[in-house]
């Protein structure tokens, strides 16, 4: 027997030496292979496991910048950013509430012995219903109806707005699969909670204060401020300034992720805003400016963990328009105020622009629509609204119509040009004009008699215009049209302009591939058949096939102001106060200019465009009533362009009121009152102006 | 030595088992337990405080007669200076109510004021938090607004028998809304308490400040509550405004700034809870009330 030694325990049955090594040998290879294995992942790729592990472990968000302000010419500001208020749920911090209510449902499936169990509804189910909780709370805490909630017993406030106040499960399915690391929205706008139309201003501030001051700091809801465009303004100037809408198209601000290395990272965004209409959409690259950046580590699950780096978005550029917002408002107002028999609002435009500088000081056209409401998400019945009404239509630059009498001007200078008429040439003008077959009408029955120029533009005699544009002939008539710019584009984009955007209209789609001066090869070309001398007649008093859009009119009158062709209208200001780069002169005699004029004056002062007489400011003006087809029947296109003062031109208008079926539409009574209010809000501001330019003036 | 370490190993066992029944007690036990030691220490806060007022009191009592005979013409000249103000105020006060008698508007009364002496200051909290000697048998409830004169002090956060908790402006727990002295427009700015830092004065932090704002020739512009949010009354004073440029992030849309709050707050000795005299769904939050 061997004497066992205290402490020590020895094997039961020596272990072959042989065996020993082999056990040795195989755990000193698996040792080298994990050393080696190590040390080539450690020194050798390292540098790719780390990027490897970053791509997975780490994501950018990216984050929208403001978009820049929009200023009229005056420094007023009419597209703003406004805070906005938004109440967001974080999903990670939600999780033991998510798991707590779906082991809650898990349990009274299996209590009602459901045949089959679908889990996945449960969870969706169960994340619903918490977060159900939570938008109960938040409307609890800023509906005003719970000012005093004298009972401990809470009550959730009554459905006013469903869409703000239900999770909806499809949404939640579309942010788990789309954004999952980003919070969820339980209320967009704090401040505009619902549709945006409930509540007022103050209302809306109230909200957000209540939710500030008593909903719980900590928790998972969260309060976050974005900015969101508005327009303070309302309605004012839409179709020119647009509005904007979602986008995805959100560049990130690539070189900053090209400098730190991350551009292979998985990368999210919140919704961007990009234009969608009117200066919002030409000069969106501009007003967009840059985007910045978040860098995150994400969790297991896949939501954001802690931020490790950013990247500040920077503010796009702001733009000065050339419009004066109080000259625009006032032609909204007067064009607002021409309705038909029941109430609604007659579609129209009007547009003045300084004569000097070509700058466009009011671009209106009804109906019209509120930026505001498409700021954010546009409800189907909004776009209805709008679109029954044909509101998304600037009349301005889109509309095209026949202008009527006030093409009489074009006539008379072609007429003049060509010395087919002078200035005092006088012209029986009776009740009609005979032309091949047909009695070419006067709107007068007694027709006026002895007509000279002056007076023809005075009364607007058709007669005169009708012998004169057969004398012209049509091709003359054509190039005098022409020569106008009736048919060339006006509106530049600023793609067109190589980024020189003080050359630039820049409106989008306006209706110049649409402008139709005609001749006979037109005519031909449409199928109309051979040109007539009755489609002569017709174009000389601007019907027929005639075509154009009221700022190309206004355009006309601007010229006619300086004794010019062409105006370039602009709708960026030149803050440098740039005056017209000038066209070729109309080349009338000074005693044809000056009779043209007169023949102007006298029909603000006499004749057809006295309801827009303004005492004190004589102005000149040339009215239109064109007719055209609505619904297979005559209606009737009210006019009036011209400009002020009759001595001195400062600015130029037009104004357009589309006459409907059922409306007594006449050019100077439709058209003239919403000139005088025009001319009235401009007058002031005019002489205003003017007396801090030349204070020596006013002594 | 071994019983040593035995004992030694006893007490982690025991550490650890009561840890492990600590973590795994229903969050209602706990909650009482909390409570209860709240309640407990309660009668030695009034006992600490009170003994200060005693000690201050006997500390002016030992003042000489020198001293007390130039303070009272101190008090006197302020006193001097209050009734000239007081006189000036006269005729606003009588045409206020002149207005009113015509308007027959009568001041809803909204809150009732209950004051309170200062026990201590919760110094876990980085000194955001003040405890004092009124509390449920008062008549204070969980998130009524805490003033001194006419400057916003904090919220009452908790609640207990004869104390309350107090989170100060510049706690990180205080969040509320503000108008600012020289903003035309009236926006809405948000105040938040910053974490406490023991090197630095505490401040708060105020953001969303349009960009537009600017504090012009306004030396040191106030930051006053908007009386909207349905908690604090309107027109209170929050502090002094600083604009930070280094916080508001170049090309933002907003600026920030930081909130210095009045000196006293410093050196509290009394404050007045307003109390609400009706329940507002914030507080029924905070009571955790079941919803329906």
């Known amino acids: 027997m061997k004497e066992e030694l205290p402490g020590k325990v020895l094997p039961s049955t020596p272990i072959d030496r042989l065996r020993l090594y082999g056990v040795f040998f195989f755990f000193a290879i698996g040792f080298i292979y994990v050393s080696v294995g190590l040390g080539f992942r450690q020194l050798v790729e390292s540098g790719k496991l780390k990027a490897v592990s970053e791509s997975q472990s780490r994501r950018i968000v990216i984050l929208p910048p403001a978009r820049g302000r929009i200023y009229d010419r005056n420094g007023e500001i009419l597209v703003d950013n406004r805070a906005r208020w938004s109440v967001k749920a974080d999903l990670a911090a939600l999780q033991k509430e998510f798991r707590a209510e779906y082991l809650k449902l898990l349990a009274a499936e299996k209590a009602r012995e459901a045949a089959t169990l679908d889990r996945e509804k449960l969870q969706e189910n169960a994340r619903k219903y918490v977060l159900q909780r939570w938008l109960d709370k938040i409307w609890f805490v800023i509906d005003e109806t719970n000012k005093s909630a004298k009972s401990s017993r809470i009550k959730v406030p009554a459905v006013t707005s469903p869409g703000e106040r239900f999770v909806s499960i499809d949404d939640l399915r579309k942010h788990l699969r789309e954004r999952r690391p980003l919070p969820y929205t339980l209320v967009t706008d704090l401040a505009f909670p619902g549709t945006g139309q409930a509540l007022s201003p103050q209302d809306g501030m109230k909200a957000v204060a209540r939710f500030i001051e008593q909903f719980p700091v900590d928790g998972p809801i969260r309060l976050e401020s974005d900015i969101i465009r508005t327009y303070p303004h309302g309605t004012l100037a839409a179709h020119v300034l647009g509005y904007v809408k979602d986008s995805d198209e959100l560049p990130p601000n690539v070189e900053d992720l090209a400098d730190t290395k991350m551009d292979s990272l998985q990368k999210l965004q919140y919704s961007g805003k990009k234009g969608a209409a009117g200066i919002e959409e030409t000069f969106d690259t501009l007003l967009r400016g840059n985007s910045g950046w978040e860098l995150w580590s994400k969790t297991s699950a896949g939501y954001n963990q802690n931020r490790l780096k950013v990247s500040d978005p920077q503010q796009g550029s702001h733009a000065t328009l050339s419009l004066d917002w109080r000259i625009q408002a006032a032609a909204e107002g007067a064009l607002s105020k021409i309705r038909d028999p029941q109430g609604t609002v007659l579609p129209g435009a009007a547009v003045m622009m300084d004569v000097h500088t070509g700058e466009i000081l009011a671009l209106a056209s009804q109906p019209t629509f509120d930026p505001n409401r498409l700021a954010d998400r546009v409800t189907n019945t909004y776009f209805k609204e709008i679109d029954d009404a044909g509101g998304w239509l600037n009349r301005s630059i889109q509309g095209l119509y026949a202008p009527g009498s006030t093409f009489k001007i074009i006539t008379a200078i072609a007429g003049m040009r060509n010395k087919v008429v002078d200035w005092d040439d006088i012209l029986d003008c009776g009740p009609s004009f005979r032309v091949g077959n047909r009695d070419f009408p006067e709107h007068e029955p007694a027709g006026y008699g002895q007509v000279d120029l002056e007076k023809m533009l005075a009364v607007s005699c058709n007669v005169w215009n009708y012998q004169v544009g057969l004398r012209t002939g049509i091709d003359k008539l054509h190039d005098e049209a022409r020569r106008f710019g009736l048919d060339t584009p006006l509106l530049k984009t600023p793609g067109d302009t190589e980024n020189n955007y003080k050359e630039a209209t820049a409106l989008p789609y306006p209706a110049d591939k649409r402008l139709v001066v005609p001749d006979p090869a037109y005519k031909l070309k449409i199928g109309g058949g051979a040109w007539t001398p009755g489609d002569t007649a017709n174009l000389a008093i601007g019907q027929g096939y005639l075509l154009t859009t009221p700022l190309h009119m206004a355009c006309v009158a601007a010229s006619v102001a300086r004794n010019e062709t062409r105006t370039t209208p602009y709708i960026i200001h030149d803050l440098r106060g740039g005056t017209h780069p000038g066209a070729a002169p109309i080349g009338l005699t000074t005693a044809q200019y000056t009779a043209l004029k007169s023949g102007l004056e006298r029909c603000v002062e006499e004749g057809t465009g006295k309801t827009g007489k303004i005492p004190g400011l004589p102005y000149a003006a040339k009215t239109g009533t064109a007719e055209y087809f609505k619904d297979g029947k005559k209606a009737h296109l009210a006019w009036m362009i011209g400009y002020a003062p009759a001595k001195d031109p400062a600015v130029a208008f037009c104004v357009l009121i589309e006459g409907q079926l059922d409306t007594n539409t006449w050019g100077g009574k439709t058209a003239g009152p919403v000139v005088k209010e025009m001319l009235e809000t401009w007058w002031p501001i005019a002489v205003k102006v003017n007396l801090e330019e030349k204070p020596d003036a006013a002594r | ?292």
């Open chain 2, 1 to 292: 030595m071994d019983q040593n370490r035995r004992g030694a190993r006893a007490s982690y066992v025991a550490l650890t088992i009561f840890l492990a029944v600590w973590i795994f007690m229903p969050s209602t036990v706990r909650r009482f337990n909390r409570e209860a030691f709240t309640e407990f220490q309660a009668p030695g806060l009034h006992l600490v405080s009170k003994s200060r007022d005693l000690a201050r009191f006997w500390e002016l009592k030992s003042r000489s007669s020198e001293e007390m005979a130039l303070a009272g013409r101190d008090l006197a000249r302020v006193n001097a200076a209050l009734e000239l103000k007081l006189a000036s105020l006269d005729d606003v006060r009588r045409e206020n109510t002149r207005l009113r008698e015509i308007t027959r508007y009568t001041v809803p009364a909204d809150y009732m004021s209950v004051v309170a002496r200062v026990a201590t200051r919760d110094s876990s909290s980085w000194w955001n938090r003040i405890v004092i000697r009124k509390g449920r048998n008062d008549g204070i409830r969980p998130g009524a607004p805490v003033i001194f004169g006419n400057s916003v002090v904090g919220r009452v956060t908790a609640v207990h028998l004869t104390t309350s908790e107090v989170d100060l402006v510049t706690s990180p727990g205080f969040r509320c809304t503000a108008f600012l002295e020289g903003d035309d427009q009236n926006s809405i700015v948000l105040i938040n308490g910053l974490a406490g830092n023991s090197l630095r004065t505490p401040q708060a932090r105020i953001s969303v400040i349009p960009n537009d704002y600017s504090t012009g020739t306004l030396q040191s512009p106030k930051a006053f509550t908007t009386g909207m949010g349905g908690v604090f009354p309107s027109r209170l004073v929050l502090g002094t405004v600083d604009l930070d440029s280094k916080a508001t992030k170049p090309g933002s849309s907003f600026k920030e700034g930081r909130l210095n709050p009045s000196r006293e707050l410093y050196n509290l000795q009394e404050v007045s809870v307003l109390v609400p005299l009706h329940q507002n769904p914030g507080e029924a939050l905070l009571q955790g009330d079941q919803f329906q």
